[in-house]
C-alpha cells in the first residue's frame, strides 16, 4: 500500500527557476521527513516537520507541514544545478513505537545549467 | 568512517543463488532498518531491529528473506533462492534511538540474472 504520494515524478527545470513537489497522504501523521538522494548514495535528511502548519526554511528550500498533519510540500527557491536529485518524503507512522517510516516514490529533479 | 557502510556495493548473482548482503550501522547507534528501493518506487521497509528485543520482520516479503543482527552492531540480510525481482538496491540504514533521524547507507544493488 503506497501511503504517501509525491508529485510530480519527474521536474525538470532551468536554472534559477522556482519549484514545488508535493507529498500527500489519506494517513495522519506524527512527523514527516524530507530526505534527499543522489545517484549511488542513500537518501540524506533535510528536514523533519512535527507540528500541523509548521514551516520550516532551509536556505532556499522552504518545507509545509499540513494543518492536519496528512500531506507537505517542498518549495525550492531559484534553483541551481546542485539541487538536482531524487527528493523523497517520509511519514513516522503516529502509532508506531518503533520509528518506522513509511516513503514515498519520489520526486526526480534535474537542473540544468 | 563515521557512517553506515554496506557492502559489497554491487552484487551480481544468478537466479536460484544465495545471497548475503551486510551492513555496518553507525557506532553506538541501537536501531537499525533495511529497505528496499526499486527502480521508479519508494523505500520499502523489510526488517528492523531495536537492542536486543525481537526484530520487527513485518516487511519481509517472502520467507526467503531473513536478517540478523549480531551484538548489536552488524547486520547481515540474506535472500535463499533468488529471484529476479529481488534485483533492487538494499539500503541500511541506522538511528541512535527510537524515533530519530535515520542515516543511511550507499546501499547494495544487487542483480539477479
Known amino acids: 500500500t503506497q501511503l504517501l504520494e509525491q508529485s510530480p515524478q519527474f521536474l525538470s527545470i532551468q536554472e534559477g527557476e522556482n519549484l514545488t513537489v508535493y507529498c500527500n497522504s489519506s494517513?495522519?501523521?506524527?512527523?514527516l521527513q524530507w530526505y534527499r538522494q543522489e545517484p549511488g548514495e542513500g537518501p540524506v535528511l533535510l528536514v523533519t516537520v512535527v507540528t500541523g502548519g509548521e514551516v520550516k526554511k532551509l536556505k532556499r528550500l522552504t518545507f509545509q507541514f499540513g494543518d492536519a498533519r496528512k500531506d507537505s510540500s517542498l518549495h525550492i527557491t531559484a534553483a541551481q544545478p546542485g539541487d538536482t536529485g531524487l527528493y523523497l518524503c517520509a511519514g513516522l507512522d503516529r502509532g508506531s513505537t518503533l520509528g518506522r517510516l513509511y516513503f514515498g516514490r519520489g520526486t526526480q529533479l534535474t537542473v540544468w545549467p | 568512517g563515521a557512517g553506515v557502510s554496506q557492502s559489497p556495493s554491487n552484487k551480481v548473482t544468478e537466479k536460484g543463488k544465495d545471497v548475503e548482503l551486510r551492513c555496518d550501522p553507525i557506532s553506538g547507534h541501537t536501531a537499525l532498518y533495511w529497505y528496499r528501493q526499486s527502480l521508479g518506487q519508494g523505500l520499502e521497509f523489510l526488517i528492523y531491529?531495536?537492542?536486543?528485543?525481537?526484530?520487527?520482520k513485518s516487511g519481509l516479503p517472502s520467507d526467503r528473506f531473513s536478517a540478523e543482527r549480531t551484538g548489536g552492531s552488524v547486520s547481515t540480510l540474506t535472500i535463499q533462492r533468488t529471484q529476479q525481482e529481488d534485483s533492487a538496491v538494499y539500503l541500511c540504514a541506522s538511528s541512535p534511538e527510537l524515533r530519530a533521524e535515520q542515516f543511511f547507507g550507499p546501499g547494495t544493488r544487487l542483480t539477479v540474472l
Open positions: 494517513s495522519v501523521f506524527s512527523s
Open positions: 531491529f531495536q537492542g536486543n528485543s525481537a526484530p520487527d
